[in-house]
């Protein structure tokens, strides 16, 4: 079975799976204007950063056919939303200077697509030889086809390994509080026939101290120059682990990802989200409801943890990434 596809745009309107409710219930919702698609952004209805980033592309579009708001306007509510994820920047910009330039912004937001899907399936194609017949590969939060539009990142390469007869086993970590890992990538690795098993988020010491992983795939929400990245709360505890225990550990994603306007990680922006995730357990109270409670999206892994970054041209090492960040910032 083909990946899912995570949002369309048709007849003026952008269709999205609201991820939340998933995977319990399988819901379309229809956006028609810019600020229901930037509300729906914020409160992850769409999240992963490759997907927010083509969500707020068309979000771009709707701004201008239904709410009839300069570039500059629609760009700064879309900017607001979440402020971790690189790709979420580069969607709005790229339709805003199509938009500024006179050009057609539909065509832009679709090109935009087209290229993120493309660029996930070839992030499938130079990952997957990393994968090894019957390999066991753990990977945090969703970085699939919900998280990029189709394809996915981290489940890229797993998802061509396994069409080669690789047959790859997944270890999916939970990844509280919102449970991405549990209710997202083992649902569509389910719809797919992909074997995993899902594991609490405490468990993964114990299971790399047993030798039970070969290799660490995740995704990205920023990369800087230097190679330090930010992914979802935890990413950082799975990669020290990894280099404890001689696991190699490798991170996916596009170009749309890559900031290469900040040096490290000590310069990305960690969106910081309501107590009341961390004080829930699947909506259902599991804290006294007065305590405090601090809740981080994201963590930032420095670049000495990770073994390559999976890339749409294949595999960096992370000392390579500024001289082809700069290399394509000169159009080579
Ligand atoms: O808060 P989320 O669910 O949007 O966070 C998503 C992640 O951290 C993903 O790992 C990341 O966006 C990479 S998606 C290909």
């Keep these: 079975m083909a990946p899912v596809n995570a949002l369309w745009f048709s007849g003026g309107t952008l269709s999205v799976i609201d991820q939340r409710k998933l995977p319990g219930e399988k819901v379309v919702l229809e956006l028609s204007e810019v600020r229901s698609a930037a509300e729906a952004i914020r409160n992850m209805t769409v999240r992963g950063a490759p997907t927010i980033g083509v969500a707020a592309a068309y979000a771009m579009v709707l701004a201008q056919t239904k709410d009839h708001l300069s570039a500059n306007e629609a760009a700064e509510i879309l900017r607001a939303t979440r402020p971790t994820a690189n790709d979420l920047f580069v969607g709005v910009e790229t339709v805003r200077s199509a938009w500024e330039a006179g050009g057609d912004v539909l065509a832009a937001a679709e090109a935009y ?18 994968i090894s017949k019957g390999a066991h590969v753990l990977t ?60 609490a988020d ?20 920023r990369i800087t120059r230097s190679g330090d990245f930010a992914n979802k709360i ?23 990802t890559f900031d290469p306007t900040l040096e490290s990680g ?24 007065d305590s405090a409670a601090w809740n981080p999206a994201f963590d930032v892994t420095p670049s000495r943890l990770v073994t390559g970054f999976i890339t749409p041209e294949g595999v960096l090492r992370p000392e390579d990434v500024r001289r082809v960040l700069k290399r394509r910032s000169e159009g080579g």
């Design 113 to 130: 697509r087209a290229s993120i899907v493309e660029q996930c399936h070839a992030i499938g194609v130079h990952g997957a030889p990393l």
């Design 140 to 199: 945090h939060c969703n970085a699939g086809a919900l998280a990029t539009v189709e394809w996915g990142t981290a489940l890229a390469p797993i998802r061509v390994a396994w069409h080669e007869g690789r047959s790859p086993h997944v270890w999916v970590d939970e990844t509280r509080p919102l449970l991405q890992g549990s209710r997202l990538t083992a649902w569509e690795l389910r719809e797919e026939g992909i074997p995993h098993t899902i594991l």
């Design 202 to 221: 405490n468990a993964a010491g114990l299971l790399m101290q047993r030798k039970r992983v070969d290799l660490v795939i995740v995704g990205a929400d």
């Design 234 to 256: 935890g990413t950082y505890e799975k990669a020290i682990l990894a280099h404890e225990h001689g696991v190699p550990f490798y991170v996916a994603a596009p170009w749309s």
């Design 266 to 289: 000590n310069d990305i922006p960690i969106e910081e989200r309501g107590r009341e995730e961390v004080l829930t357990f699947a909506g259902v109270s599991s804290a006294p409801a």
